[in-house]
């Protein structure tokens, strides 16, 4: 079985649902995350999910000295923008795995290896869009090549030591794995003739980001409002039993990327309260919806 380690780097302080996010890691065994954080211990652990506890300060230090950049004065939510580097970052951490990824903790997990199994584990790149990078979760093969490969963005030490954001994770890195999308499939592929970083690439559309631009896999415009996570499965009111890699729920806590026609406003903006599964029940079955995290 291929190895497989997530780096998710997060700053400030854990978000209500950081509990429910590590049980959904529990439940896949098989593969690591290494979370370097300045946040208090989490209640819930996992063998699995590995915590590196660092001031802010010293992890941007790392990133300054690892690509040779002025990172000081960067926010914690410009380590959007560094996420195409921490393969490069971290290759002494990661050096035993076959892949390694980068994600977000604004997800719940279903079960990962039934979606990403040994012969999807045969590409160089997996990505849960269609059309590009997925930011929440892409997974790469722990080549040299693969680790470098940012340094194609042009212009890349100026976009990541700048203080702005600028989406370098999806917008500009998927430039250097897919370029040409619109093109048909075959005009693709003899483009990727000429370049190694388009051949063998696994780009498909996941459903994991809810209340974005769009249609459903039914091709409807709506989106399922309510999801079930029942020991590591997840699957949702509109699909019946199809399961589900994970989902990506920014749409629900922000309106930065909710699209119009679901209001200007996120659900979860209002709510006093998100996380309404007690510590003690979340080994158990919980929902996802706009009323946040619940019980079954």
């Known amino acids: 079985m291929k190895s497989i380690v997530i780096i998710v780097p997060y700053f400030g302080q854990w978000p209500e649902w950081i509990d429910l996010y590590i049980e959904s890691c529990k439940h896949n065994p098989t593969i690591d995350w290494l979370l370097f954080s300045d946040c208090s211990p989490p209640k819930n652990t996992a063998k699995n999910v590995k915590i590196t506890y660092i001031s802010f300060q010293d992890y941007k230090r790392n990133i300054s000295d690892s690509l040779g950049i002025n990172f000081s004065k960067a926010s914690p939510y410009k380590l959007c923008d560094i996420k195409p580097a921490l393969g490069f970052i971290h290759q002494d951490e990661i050096k035993h795995y076959d892949y390694y990824g980068f994600g977000d903790i604004d997800v719940i997990y279903g079960d990962i290896r039934s979606f990403y199994n040994e012969k999807v584990l045969t590409h160089n790149l997996i990505s849960t869009h269609w059309d590009r990078i997925s930011g929440h979760l892409a997974l790469f093969k722990n080549t040299k090549k693969n680790r470098i490969a940012f340094k194609l963005i042009k212009n890349w030490q100026q976009l990541m030591a700048d203080t702005k954001h600028h989406g370098i994770d999806e917008s500009k890195f998927s430039k250097i794995y897919l370029r040409h999308k619109k093109y048909s499939r075959w005009l693709r592929k003899c483009y990727s003739l ?7 690439c696994y780009f498909k559309e996941q459903y994991s980001t809810i209340l974005s631009p769009i249609s459903w896999i039914n091709g409807s415009e709506e989106h399922p409002t ?22 990506h729920f920014m749409n629900l806590k922000s309106a930065s990327w909710l699209h119009k026609k679901y209001g200007n406003k996120a659900a979860w903006e209002t709510l006093k309260k998100i996380n309404h599964v007690p510590f003690n029940k979340i080994t158990n079955n919980w929902i996802i919806s706009k009323e946040g995290f619940i019980p079954i």
Not at 194 to 200: E, G, S, W
Not at 226 to 236: A, I, P, S
């Open 194 to 200: 000429f370049n190694a970083y388009n051949r063998n």
């Open 226 to 247: 309510v999801w079930y996570w029942k020991n590591g499965k997840l699957t949702n009111n509109i699909d019946g039993d199809r399961e589900f890699l994970y989902l």
